[in-house]
């Protein structure tokens, strides 16, 4: 039971810590960062902390307590914590390969993130071990690999420190402002030495869950109707990862939402009504009566949460002038001031911009006498490229305002608030 209470323990803290954002302290490092400060590493470290809360990295807690206990007795916590701290590493290795490669090349990483190539490989590993948590398989390497696999140092290590550069991967496009600032500077500054420990610093935070999550997890019961419960819950968190991560990919998931409130209450009732039909409590073990009353709740509360995802990331709708070219041409014929949103569909911040900043009524009706363009950097090519040089959106999201004489009056290359946004259209003439 104590293990139990840590499990749900942690649980409920990421549900809180991810709705308290974490916009202020992106904020705070963009500024110790343009100022050299050491304070940028310390801000590092709690923005890796606070991001390991957020709901992007739920999908990786049932890997780690696979990884650190929770398959058998015979794990200790010593080593647990010592397996734990492998994992972390080889999250470190990922992050700090990234802030070297992206330190040479000067691309911000997100814009792999639209490719099918990378997001396919990542929903389908969601997938899998979505499976894996309903029961339909158990994911180990064969006895003859594993044999092998002893001799050269034990499975173990070596499984954790392969999952944790997986684990890497998976989060990186999901870790908000802070990752964002940490990759803006180093692709502007080119600093391989700073900008790689500051990467590196940021996974150590990030990994503090883990540390947390090994230090409890040989606790934890093997088995259970309760462990049955978290297994499927765990299960749909998968599923919804990887519909997730399609969005950026899959047109129709990506437009799928509208931001009326009764859209949200339908699929609301719909997860209740998939958890009163046992989507959660049932297993697929049971009976064929049960197992049937198990698929349609799944698939019940499966499509109802991602309504209610999609609804959120659903903005009220604004009239955007679709390019640079033709917003521009626009605001000088009309000699009206001009706001330009660089944005991408696999560009996560940039869909709760929409919705946050974009969707306020105080805010629409404050760019009632603007042209609000639209800059879509989801395949950036040569001439988006350009683009981006010339207003220097060195990251995204980033917004631009110009007066109606076309000077640039201020530019943001990070989240900003509604109020931070309405303080600033007001000096625009």
């Given amino acids: 039971m104590r293990g139990k209470r840590h499990a749900l323990g942690l649980f409920a803290l990421a549900l809180l810590v991810s709705m308290a954002g974490c916009t202020d302290l992106g904020d705070r490092l963009d500024s110790a960062l343009q100022a050299g400060s050491f304070v940028a590493y310390l801000l590092a470290f709690f923005g890796g902390v606070l991001t390991s809360l957020t709901p992007c990295v739920y999908p990786l807690i049932p890997i780690t307590l696979s990884i650190f206990g929770a398959r058998g007795a015979n794990v200790s916590r010593g080593r647990a914590i010592a397996l734990a701290t492998v994992y972390v590493g080889g999250i470190a290795v990922m992050y700090s390969t990234l802030g070297v490669g992206v330190a040479l090349t000067g691309r911000a990483f997100g814009t792999f993130m639209g490719s099918p190539w990378v997001i396919a490989p990542i929903a389908t590993l969601f997938l899998i071990m979505s499976a894996s948590m309903f029961g339909a398989f158990e994911l180990n390497l064969p006895i003859g690999l594993q044999t092998r696999l002893s001799q050269l140092g034990g499975t173990g290590w070596w499984g954790a420190f392969v999952m944790g550069l997986v684990g890497g991967i998976i989060a990186a496009p999901c870790t ?66 990887a519909l997730f991560f399609l969005r950026n990919v899959i047109r129709p998931l990506h437009h799928f939402g509208d931001w009326h409130i009764r859209f949200a209450l339908i699929h609301g009732a719909l997860v209740l009504l998939g958890v009163a039909m046992g989507g959660i409590h049932l297993t697929f073990h049971d009976d064929w009566g049960r197992r049937i009353r198990k698929g349609i709740g799944v698939g019940l509360i499966t499509y109802g949460v991602f309504g209610v995802i999609a609804w959120t990331l659903a903005a009220k709708p604004l009239e955007w002038v679709q390019g640079e070219p033709a917003a521009v041409t626009k605001a000088n014929a009309g000699k009206r001031p001009l706001l330009l949103d660089f944005s991408a569909e696999w560009c996560i911040p940039c869909g709760e911009m929409d919705v946050q900043v974009f969707g ?70």
């Fill in 176 to 241: 908000g402002p802070v990752l964002a600032s940490l990759l803006a500077f180093v692709a502007t500054t080119r600093s391989v030495v700073f900008g790689g420990s500051l990467l590196f610093t940021y996974a150590v935070g990030m990994g503090m869950l883990f540390f947390l999550l090994a230090a409890t997890a040989a606790s934890l019961p093997k088995s259970g109707a309760w462990m049955e419960a978290v297994k499927s819950l765990f299960g749909v968190i998968m599923i919804e990862a």
């Fill in 360 to 429: 306020n009524d105080d805010v629409q009706r404050a760019l009632e006498r603007f042209v609000v363009g639209k800059v879509d950097c989801t395949d950036e090519d040569d001439a988006i490229a350009a683009i981006k040089a010339r207003y220097e959106a060195r990251t995204l999201p980033t917004i631009v305002l110009l007066g109606s004489d076309g000077k640039i009056v201020h530019r943001w290359n990070r989240v900003i608030t509604p109020d931070e946004l309405l303080e600033k259209l007001k000096e625009v003439r």
